[in-house]
């Protein structure tokens, strides 16, 4: 296993010992994606983005060998976290949420089976471009043609709705924020700057990037006025966070500035 953080090899070859043990003869793929395969894993922070490819479709009769597995891996290791699906083959590429299917995934220290809230463009791409094999073929053996097209329509769409609502919400409670406790603001301030400029990143070269990166390419594209809010975002991800804003409600005023100018400017000028 190259290229892999020492702990994510670790925590990945007790996975693979425990799968073969309580589901033997069962899988056939095991893919990382998300920010190990953006080379930008970030220790205590960063999850472990898996895809497991099975040879038969598991089922809630599963459920508890796979509970086993994970609670297992949780229990040894409290970071990072596991967060994936269980999948097989002909499922590769799949967009459409109107399946029947229950798909078993692991999100937030829970199993579950359901409708997989992360089959999208955004998924795939990695998975074809990025995602690195543990076990099974490479990832662009598979039949999985999402195009570039196919991503930005994503990503737009996700802006105007997920984001927009997002900060709308901010809007109407700026004073309710500003009164959390500091990591949890800190949370909100890193996840919608970062999150927003990998959009932008996106619509712009049509291609996926980490947090933090988006952050460094935010401060080459973006007009200086906002350059102290993403430099804040960066900070906080690096887990080096400054006092760079007077007060909690300086620094959420400026993420809601930062935000809509950024999705104004998508729209007038990368929308499809």
């Known amino acids: 296993m190259s290229t892999l953080p020492p702990i994510v090899e670790t925590v990945l070859n ?13 899988l056939d793929g095991l893919y ?12 205590n922070s960063s999850d472990i983005d898996f895809i497991t490819i099975t040879s038969r479709r598991l089922t ?7 509970s086993f597995i994970h609670t297992q891996l949780a229990n040894t290791y409290k970071k990072p976290d596991m967060d994936g699906v269980y999948i097989i083959r002909e499922d590769v590429g799949k967009l459409d949420h109107n399946s029947k299917i229950l798909y078993p995934y692991f ?12 089959f999208n463009p955004i998924t795939w791409w990695l998975f074809n471009t990025k995602a690195i094999n543990i076990v099974g073929p490479e990832p662009n ?21 997920y984001w927009v609502n997002r900060i709308q919400s901010y809007e109407k409670s700026i004073k309710e924020i500003s009164s959390l406790p500091t990591d949890l603001i800190d949370d909100e301030v890193e996840w919608t700057v970062l ?15 980490s947090k933090l990166d988006a952050g460094e390419y935010g401060l080459q594209h973006i007009p200086k006025e906002w350059h102290d809010i993403i430099k804040h975002a960066i900070h906080i991800r690096q887990h080096n966070r400054l006092e760079d804003f007077a007060s909690n409600e300086e620094r959420i005023k400026s993420v809601i500035g930062f935000s809509t100018y950024l999705i104004n400017r998508c ?6």
Request: glycine fraction near 4%; proline fraction near 1%; charge should be negative.
């Open 14 to 26: 007790e996975y693979i010992s425990l799968y073969k043990k309580h589901l033997p003869n069962t």
């Open 32 to 43: 990382i994606h998300g920010s190990i395969a953006l080379d930008a894993y970030v220790e």
């Open 60 to 66: 809630k009769n599963d459920a508890q060998a796979l």
């Open 107 to 118: 999100n937030e220290g829970k199993l579950a089976f359901g409708d997989y809230f992360n």
């Open 141 to 161: 053996t598979f039949h999985n043609e999402i195009h570039s097209h196919q991503l930005v329509s994503y990503v737009l769409d996700n802006m105007n709705s």
């Open 195 to 209: 999150g927003l400029l990998r959009q932008f990143y996106t619509l712009k070269e049509h291609d996926i990037i």
């Open 267 to 272: 729209n007038n000028t990368l929308a499809l």
